[in-house]
């Protein structure tokens, strides 16, 4: 099967390879759709993980094959038969661990084992014509309803970290939160924050996203740089831009008491995995982030992380997605075949005017809009 393939940094081949052998209670998933995430840019970019590897892990397609099924394979999983559409869900915790008792499945040794892939280290191998889903993910397989696509599938895992940020914070109805970053993730967090009766200012460096905001539900967008002058009362910022600046300004803007959640602070500035595996932790060069500390200890204010995505919370993104209270479809702008995978995550890593989410695969419902690159 053709697959591409991270080679090293900033290079990925379009590569011939077996099509996974599956195991018992395993899965074959003929590959529909897969988002491109700026978490799998960052590792192509930065080189923050050992090639070779196949990426892609916001998937859906379609279940070609199903490996011997034996008796301890629970019931939900059972009812999954050859030819069904399904959305693929990469990582579940064991719920059984100190972090899971904790609800920090993102911590989870478990949750850190990448459970689908098209061959290599395991990541995901959504950029591949087949995936092999092992037993282990199978909880987070979803079925995809006859009235919606593909796209919409490959969207649930996205859409579920955005979810699982927003249930981490402490709000009211009636509050005002800031959503900073209105790019796919940005617009998630502010039409899941509408639905939930915030009114969300929204910021970005790019005009023609305030307007799409707007559409998401914000109830102001502005320019980024406009923000100070406004100088909103704000309940919480969500930093949706791996922008310290940003953070700098909401710590001031946020009331006392109030919260500031980093969503896109990922890339650790220690380095490359070349460099991270040589080195103690503490001879690592952290960044120097500057803030008053007493913002946080006299003013109550929480500064708090969200990474990934918490399985639990499927069903929950499932009927929001498939109903389309959040209509993702309005927030994908560009399909590439999968022989054009290098070119789409070359525009997803520059977002233009005109461009949003960006999915590859070779059964994407139209080629449009893709011409230029
Ligand atoms: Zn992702
Ligand atoms: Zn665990």
């Known amino acids: ?5 991270y080679r090293d940094v900033n290079d990925l081949r379009l590569e011939t390879v077996p099509v996974p052998r599956i195991g018992a209670n395993e899965l074959l998933v003929k590959v529909a759709v ?3 995430c700026p978490t799998d840019i960052k590792k192509i970019h930065f080189g923050t993980v050992p090639p070779p590897r196949i990426f892609g892990h916001e998937t859906a397609g379609t279940i070609v094959k199903i490996g011997t099924r034996n008796s301890s394979l629970v019931t939900r999983h059972s009812s999954l038969k050859v030819g069904d559409r399904v959305a693929l869900h990469h990582h579940i915790p064991c719920m059984k661990c100190h972090a899971c008792r904790h609800r920090s499945f993102a911590q989870c040794e478990t949750y850190k084992r990448t459970g689908i892939t098209a061959g290599f280290e395991p990541a995901g191998g959504g950029y591949a014509e087949y995936v092999r889903v092992m037993k282990f993910v199978l909880p987070g397989v979803v079925k995809i309803p006859a009235k919606n696509s593909f796209e919409e599938g490959a969207m649930l895992e996205p859409v579920n970290t955005v979810l699982k940020a927003v249930k981490r914070l402490n709000l009211l109805r009636g509050d005002r939160v800031l959503v900073a970053g209105q790019g796919p993730i940005g617009l998630m967090f502010t039409k899941i924050l509408q639905l939930r009766g915030i009114n969300v200012l929204a910021t970005d460096l790019l005009e023609s996203r305030l307007k799409l905001a707007v559409q998401f539900g914000a109830e102001r967008a502005v320019l980024a740089s406009q923000l100070s002058t406004l100088n909103p009362q704000l ?17 001031q803007l946020v009331r006392g008491g109030g919260q500031i959640l980093l969503f896109a602070h990922t890339k650790r500035e220690a380095g490359s995995w070349k460099l991270e595996a040589g080195l103690p932790s503490s001879q690592l060069q952290a960044p120097i982030f500057q803030m008053d500390l007493a913002s946080i200890c006299l003013d109550e204010k929480d500064l708090i992380g969200s990474y990934s995505s918490d399985f639990t919370l499927q069903n929950e993104v499932a009927r929001l997605v498939f109903s389309r209270k959040l209509d993702v479809r309005k927030l994908i702008t560009h399909r590439f075949p999968l022989a054009q995978t290098a070119a789409a995550i070359q525009l997803a890593s520059h977002p233009t005017e005109q461009s949003l989410k960006i999915v590859v695969g070779d059964e994407v419902t ?8």
Request: net charge negative; charged share 10%; proline share 3%.
């Open 1 to 5: 099967m053709r697959a591409v393939v």
């Open 34 to 36: 897969c988002g491109v």
């Open 235 to 251: 309940d919480c910022a969500i930093i949706a831009v791996p922008s310290d600046a940003a953070v700098t300004q909401a710590l």
């Open 366 to 373: 139209s080629l449009t809009s893709n011409s230029e690159f």
